[in-house]
Structures are given as structure tokens and as C-alpha cells.
DNA sequence: CCTACCGATCGGTAGG
DNA sequence: CCTACCGATCGGTAGG
């Protein structure tokens, strides 16, 4: 049973913010109670690892990533290649600006997870990658994309895209419309056989 | 006086292989020593502090990132924007396949450098960057790249390139050169105005 | 480079 | 959610 109660998503808030900052080795549980006002003893009337807090923010943005490509994948569902990647791309960034600590930690500290999670998580990433990595295939196939390996161009993009959780500021420069339209046209472009 | 025995570089090595493994945080100083057959305390006969295994790691990775983007400018005196990228985002390329332990320490753990060593870091990573956005910059206004926002399409470029050290794997499918090939036609296409 | 040791902190438990 | 506490481990020092 996973308790669900506002205090629970309270240490997810606090942890995702700190895991965040400082990543998930140097954030002792202490760290996450003393920002809840609590003693590090009592945060275990909520939860019963420190791991177990990492799991379920990672979880919970894994599922918000599949969830909104699966959204974006519905609302096209007669796209060409370049209009299903372009919405790819432009749910991607939604994810990250949506909630850039939740996805920053899924992003960069998946790996400290142990066993079946891990595993899981990384299966999960690579379902994930596929989605990208098959719509170029198509497009290359059909001559809307350059010959390329659509292996390397997915993980040069999903890189690219990742990083955004890292230096994303809400209070920034440019609003995540504003980044979603340039690495749209940048992913766009590095695709394309021969644009406009 | 920084010490430059086999012993004290012999140290660097397995600690960078174990701060890309698990990250700085995770990796204790007795883990080092364990991994070179001493004892944890031992450590100490070579160096002052955890950090300062780190700083050397770090600032050497950065002085090489430097060096060879230097090499690239200088082994291309007159060239245009494209050919000027092309050599840069090379260079990166080869830095990084050259040493993925070192590079991917230098991405990703440099922010638990403290005090002057972290904003001395952060310097020289804006300076590294800064290269890549005035090329770009010259690019937009030569009409060799289309318009964009310099400073976006240098990060986004950048992140791509240094997510290479994180999946870089000597025994993998491509070899380094391959790697290059792909990701400088990626970046190039990511940019141009009209290609071919 | 070793043994012996330091205080601090770690994740976590017991019992209320 | 608290107090009190656990064994393990942390980075690091002293003295050889």
C-alpha cells in the first residue's frame, strides 16, 4: 500500500527539490525533514526507505512522460513524421517545464536505484526512446528525413531535450512555449532532408 | 605543490572511473583505496581532501575540452561558420570518446566543487560555451545559418554533445569517428539555412 | 603506506 | 510525529 496523503507528497515535493540541487547521495533523509519541519526519525511514519522516495518520484515522471507522448501521439493520429515528431518533441518539453526537479531527478539519478527498479525504469526509458527512434525511421523511409541512424540521431535528440531539466528556470528568459518553438525547429532542421 | 607521482594520477583514474560509475557523492574514499589495494586512510598520503581528487579530475577534463577546441581554431585559421562548428563540435567529439570517464566527471559531478573552484568551473564552461554561440552568432548574420537564438542553439547543441559521455562505450557499435560523422552532420543540418 | 583512532553523520528501528 | 537509540560508515588525523 502507498500512502497518498498530503504529507506523503509533501517529502516528494521537498525531495525532488533537493534531489534536484545537490542529487540524491548528498541529500541525507535529514535534509528532507528538516525542510518539512520534522525530525528525521518521523519521516519514516511515511515512508520506509529513502530509496522508496526516489522510486516514486522517478515513477510518477516516467508516467508523465509515457502519458503525455501518448497524448500527443493520440491528438495527431494521421501525422507524417515530421508533425508526429515535432509533437513529440513539443510534450517532451511540456513534461520537463511542467515540473523540471521531478524531471530532472528521473532524468540524472535514476541510476541510484536498486534491482528490479532499476531494470524496470531503464525498460521503461528505452520503450520511451523507441517512440522517437521509430518515427525517424519512417521518416527517413518515406524521404522526409535525411539517411541518418535513427539510433544515434533519437539519442542525440533525447539528449538535447533531457538537458533542458537541468538548466530550465521557471523565471528565466524564455517561457517553455518559447523553448519548445526553437528546439522544435533545431530538431526539425538537424532531421530534415531538404526544409522549406 | 600538487603532487604528479604514477601514484597520485594511478589515484585519479579509479576515482573517475568510480565518480562516472556511481557519482562523486556515492563514492567513498575508501572505495578509492579499495579499488588501488590500500588502506582508506593511506589516501591521505597523496592527497589533502576527497574534493581535491575531484578538482584534478575536473580541472584537468576541462583543460583538455580547452586545449582541443583551441587545436581545432588554430588547425582552422580561415574558416567559414559551418567549417568552424564542424572542427569545434569534432574536437568535443574526440575529447570526450578520448577519456568518457573524465568528461562525464567533468559534465556532471563538478557541482560538488565548492567555493572558487565551483565559479572557477562555471567560468571556463561559459567561456567553452561561449565559442560555440559566436560561431553560431557569426553563422546567423553571414546567412550560413538560419535565424535562431544563438544562445538556445549553442545549449542545445552542447547538452546533445556532452550526453555522449554518459552512453560512450569503447566497445560500442560505433566507433568514435563514426560518432563524429553523425552527430556533425546532425549539428550542421540543426543550423544551415539551406543545405546542399 | 600502515595501524589505530577521532567526532560526525548516515539510514533506520523501538516504543510511545 | 517525538525521543532515544542502533550499528555502520563517513572524511580525515596522529604517529609511526
Not at 173 to 185: C, F, G
Amino acid at each position: 500500500m502507498i500512502e497518498t496523503g498530503a504529507r506523503r507528497r509533501a517529502i516528494d515535493e521537498v525531495a525532488s527539490e533537493l534531489f534536484h540541487a545537490n542529487g540524491y547521495a548528498a541529500t541525507s533523509v535529514r535534509d528532507i525533514a528538516r525542510a518539512l519541519d520534522i525530525q528525521g526519525a518521523s519521516l519514516y511514519a511515511h515512508v520506509a526507505s529513502k530509496e522508496d522516495v526516489l522510486w516514486s518520484i522517478v515513477d510518477r515522471a516516467a508516467t508523465a512522460f509515457e502519458a503525455s507522448a501518448e497524448r500527443a501521439i493520440i491528438e495527431t493520429p494521421d501525422a507524417d513524421p515530421t508533425e508526429r515528431l515535432a509533437a513529440l518533441v513539443e510534450a517532451h518539453i511540456e513534461t520537463i517545464t511542467a515540473n523540471p526537479q521531478h524531471s530532472s531527478v528521473f532524468v540524472t539519478e535514476w541510476r541510484h536505484l536498486s534491482g528490479a527498479r532499476r531494470t524496470t525504469i531503464a525498460a521503461r526509458r528505452d520503450a520511451y526512446e523507441a517512440r522517437f527512434r521509430s518515427t525517424i525511421e519512417t521518416g527517413v523511409s518515406v524521404g522526409a528525413f535525411h539517411a541518418m541512424d535513427p539510433a544515434i540521431a533519437s539519442t542525440f535528440l533525447l539528449t538535447a531535450l533531457n538537458g533542458i531539466s537541468t538548466w530550465y528556470r521557471p523565471d528565466g528568459r524564455l517561457s517553455p512555449d518559447r523553448i519548445a518553438d526553437h528546439y522544435i525547429e533545431l530538431a526539425l532542421h538537424s532531421l530534415s532532408e531538404d526544409h522549406r
